[in-house]
Every structure is written in structure tokens, then in C-alpha cells.
């Protein structure tokens, strides 16, 4: 497999240890723990705007607004994409927010937590704020991964309606003819159902580059065995906009703004526009 940062199909790592199987555990119950909705004065407490007590009392004054609607105790807002003004003035809900790209070496488990004790993703990055996986890889595909504590972005980019596309390297058994990319690309009937078009091309005699918009629970590893290409290694190599092959196996980073900003876009993630009560 090539090691060329000039090959277009190169990925750090992409060489290394090939040993396959085994399944991600859920990361059942993390998305609750990531910031998100909730109450108005609980969110902007969290903010770090005032203690939770006097929010309630600038609530009761008047003096905040939820997307141009004057506020009122009990009010619920989502700091990631409610507008919250106090005294007139728009304020930051998420000053905490933070997406790291990690890439995930093979033989770590897309969890926060995992009951037998195997490395997970988060403890490959920094521990605070916490931060939680977006989505799943199976404990041995590697490549790019999400963390984030941003709730709504967590939730539109695993959400199948806003469909970001996720690009995946597969090392196959055997040479894929055309017509197995064909079937690829039309979809594959799995048994929860047929997978919706895809992009396939072969890359080399054992590979395939193969571009999903769904999530569902070992697809490719599924996919690529249906039509009789069992994955040897599976490496993610694009979320959406988002692409690195400077980041070796175990490393991350922050996002950059520009990054964020495309991935925003990618999911139709924009704060709404103001409006005044009885709008809707
Ligand atoms: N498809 C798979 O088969 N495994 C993953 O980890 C991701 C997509």
C-alpha cells in the first residue's frame, strides 16, 4: 500500500499492521452529557453569564430574549442555535465549544467509556471540556473522527436527513471488477435494508474508495462483503468537507474556524434569524 503524501489514496498509517474484525461498542448515553438544550437560565449559567438564581430575575425583568421573543421563566433554549440576547445584546452560549479531529488508530473503541477497559477515543484527546464522538468507526477501521461537546452539531451530523457524506479506503480481498463497483454505487441489499447510492471507484487492484451518506452499523465492512470484496482495512478519509492526511494515526487537532464554518454549512447549521413574538 503506498506511503506517497502525493498519492491521492494516501493516509498516514495506511501501511501498518493490516489485522482486522470486532465491533465499535454504542456510545449509548453520551450524547445527554454534551451541551445542549435546556433551560434558558441553565444554559446561560453554563454560559458563564450570571449564577442561575439571577438569570431567573433578569428572566422575570424582562431583560432576555430567545430568538427576538421576550423570555419567560421556564423558556427552554439550544445554546448551539438559539439567538439570546440580554439587555439587547446577542451573547455567546457556547464560549466551551470546542470539535477536535482525531485520527483513529485501529484497536481504539469509538466510546467515552468502555466497560472492559480498552483504550477509547477520548482518551486521545484532551479530557477538558469533555468532549464526545460524533458517530461511530468499528474498534478496528481507522481514520477521521469528530469529538465534540457541540450537541446540535453532534446531532446533524449523525441525523441520516442532512446526509454528509463520509469517504472510506478499503483494502479488499480480491480485485473489484466494474460491474461489482456498479452494484456499489446502485446499492446493496443488506438485511436491514438496501443501502442508498453511493460513489465507488477501484483505486489499485484491491482497493476501493467508497463515499456513504448513511451511518448504519459496520456498512462498509457489510457492503464490500455483500458483493464478495471482504475488508481487509478500512481507513475513513473525508467527513463532509472535512480532509487531513497530515494527521497520523492517534494524533488530533482543533478544528480550524474555516473547517467549522464549512461543516456549519454542510449541515444547514446557521442561528436563525431574530423574530418577534407571534411570528410562528
Ligand atoms: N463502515 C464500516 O463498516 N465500519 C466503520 O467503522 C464505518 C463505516
Known amino acids: 500500500m503506498s506511503t506517497d503524501p502525493n498519492d491521492p489514496f494516501w493516509l498516514p498509517g495506511l501501511d501498518g499492521d493490516l489485522s482486522g474484525g470486532g465491533l465499535a461498542e454504542p456510545a449509548a448515553g453520551d450524547a ?6 435546556g433551560r434558558l437560565q441553565k444554559v446561560l449559567a453554563r454560559a458563564g453569564i450570571a449564577s442561575r438564581r439571577v438569570i431567573e430575575d433578569m428572566i422575570v425583568a424582562g431583560r432576555i430574549t430567545v430568538n427576538g421573543t421576550v423570555a419567560t421563566l421556564g423558556d427552554k433554549a439550544d ?3 438559539d439567538v439570546i440576547t440580554v439587555d439587547g445584546a446577542v451573547i455567546s452560549t457556547m464560549p466551551d465549544a470546542i470539535t477536535y479531529l482525531l485520527n483513529k488508530p485501529a484497536g ?3 466510546t467515552a467509556d468502555d466497560p472492559q477497559g480498552r483504550p477509547t477515543v477520548v482518551d486521545l484527546v484532551p479530557g477538558q471540556p469533555r468532549v464526545f464522538p460524533v458517530g461511530r468507526l468499528d474498534v478496528d477501521t481507522e481514520g477521521l473522527l469528530l469529538l465534540t461537546n457541540d450537541g446540535e452539531m453532534t446531532h446533524r451530523l449523525t441525523h441520516p436527513s442532512h446526509g454528509v457524506e ?3 479506503l478499503a483494502h479488499v480481498e480480491g480485485s473489484p471488477k466494474p460491474n461489482v463497483l456498479k452494484r456499489l454505487r446502485a446499492g446493496i441489499e443488506l438485511d436491514d435494508g438496501m443501502t442508498a447510492p453511493a460513489q465507488a471507484a477501484a483505486v489499485g487492484d484491491n482497493m476501493i474508495r467508497l463515499t456513504i451518506h ?3 452499523n459496520r456498512q462498509v465492512r457489510r457492503m464490500c462483503e455483500a458483493v464478495g470484496h471482504p475488508v481487509i ?4 478519509t473525508r467527513i463532509g468537507p472535512i480532509a487531513d492526511r497530515q494527521l497520523k494515526p492517534g494524533e488530533h487537532r482543533s478544528l480550524t474556524t474555516k473547517e467549522l ?5 454542510a449541515v444547514n447549521l446557521e442561528a436563525p434569524a431574530p423574530r ?3 411570528d410562528d
Do not use: D, I
Not at 233 to 236: H, T, Y
Not at 261 to 265: D, I, T
Open 32 to 37: 445527554a452529557e454534551v451541551v445542549g438544550p
Open 79 to 81: 445554546p448551539r442555535s
Open 108 to 110: 481504539t473503541v469509538t
Open 166 to 168: 463520509k469517504e472510506y
Open 214 to 216: 448513511e451511518g448504519r
Open 233 to 236: 482495512r478500512l481507513v475513513r
Open 261 to 265: 464554518f464549512a461543516l456549519q454549512s
Open 276 to 278: 418577534k413574538r407571534g
